[in-house]
């Protein structure tokens, strides 16, 4: 062999390991982005799976009861020592907090299970918070205060949600048109006019979708029965505690879904740090 020859020989080795490296590093990713979109599609069938409906036994998509009457006595008790010094020891209001009397059973819930109640500070609107009872005393109370006016004339008794037979698109159409407006296409919530805002749905039970849909906390609008069926509210309840609440990962890992924080840092170490290994290990060579 010339020595031209083995110039050649080397230069063309060369060109090979650096022809070699793109090709493997395409192959690195895309085998990595099938292992990932297979776990998080994996993930995704499973949430599915679980929301997926029989719909073979039709059921009421709501059914609204009242706790039983057995409750009303310690129902009292606990009012009179957590509620009654705002809203008075028969409910009907005072100064510092509005009459509760004939608001219905599931109004009393909404506000007691998501922590709004009892009022922590007088800020411009009750936050959720964490509840100060447990789901007994929730009943015991609502119980109580249902107990003061006839059902007949009260606000509706405690939802109860049944997403059998519920239609995910059909909840995706009536979010966006009824309530995307105030809390967002994601759920996130915004802030409205006067210093209010509409807070995350990312929490809230079926049940308490279903409550405040139906009574209109605060400055929500209330949704009634001629405004949306029964079967309408289900849908919206499948949605928002479905998709909204357990957003689909369009392929890939969710990286705990907390968003473009980790996913910028993956990128930033996994991916930056992959480039510098490659560039030093064309470095050595050349
Ligand atoms: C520190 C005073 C305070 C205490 C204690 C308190 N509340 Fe309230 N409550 C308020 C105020 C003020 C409002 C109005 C808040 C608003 O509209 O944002 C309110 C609103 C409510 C509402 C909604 C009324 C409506 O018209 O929609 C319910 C239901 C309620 N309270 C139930 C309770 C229950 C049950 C308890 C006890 C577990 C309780 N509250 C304890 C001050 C209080
Ligand atoms: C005009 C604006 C507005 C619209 C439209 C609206 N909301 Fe609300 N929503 C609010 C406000 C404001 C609150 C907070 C009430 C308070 O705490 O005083 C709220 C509270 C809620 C909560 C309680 C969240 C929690 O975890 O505490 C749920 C659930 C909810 N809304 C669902 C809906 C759904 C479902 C729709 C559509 C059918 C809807 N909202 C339409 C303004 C709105």
Avoid at 24 to 50: D, F, N
Avoid at 76 to 82: G, T
Wanted: glycine share 12%.
């Amino acid at each position: 062999m010339t020595t031209q020859d083995e110039a050649q020989a080397r230069t063309g080795g060369l060109r090979a390991r650096v022809l070699l490296l793109p090709a493997l590093v395409v192959v690195g990713v895309a085998v990595t982005g099938i292992l990932t979109s297979g776990m998080g599609a994996a993930a995704s069938t499973s949430h599915r799976a679980a929301a997926t409906t029989d719909a073979t036994q039709p059921a009421d998509p709501i059914t609204y009861s009242l706790p039983p009457s057995s409750d009303i006595a310690t129902g009292q008790n606990l009012f009179e020592a957590n509620c009654a010094s705002c809203h008075g020891p028969d409910a009907f209001g005072t100064d510092r907090a509005p009459n509760l009397v004939g608001l219905g059973a599931a109004t009393v819930d909404f506000w007691v299970s998501t922590g709004r109640m009892p009022l922590a500070s007088s800020s411009i609107q009750a936050l959720r918070k964490p509840p100060r009872f447990d789901r007994k005393q929730t009943l015991e109370i609502v119980a109580f205060v249902a107990s003061l006016a006839p059902a007949s004339v009260s606000g509706p008794a405690v939802p109860h949600v049944d997403l059998q037979g519920a239609s995910l698109a059909t909840g995706n159409n009536l979010f966006v048109l009824n309530c995307a407006g105030c809390h967002t296409v994601t759920g996130a919530g915004d802030a409205l006019a006067d210093g209010y805002f509409a807070p995350s749905l990312h929490r809230a039970t079926r049940t308490q979708v279903a409550e405040a849909v139906r009574t209109g906390p605060g400055n929500m609008p209330r949704f009634g029965p001629g405004t949306l069926s029964d079967q309408q509210v289900a849908d919206i309840v499948a949605y928002v505690t479905g998709p909204i609440q357990h957003p689909d990962n369009r392929g890939g890992l969710g990286l705990g879904g907390i968003g473009p924080v980790a996913e910028g840092f993956v990128a930033l170490f996994v991916g930056v740090g992959a480039l510098m290994l490659i560039a030093f290990w064309i470095g050595d060579r050349a």
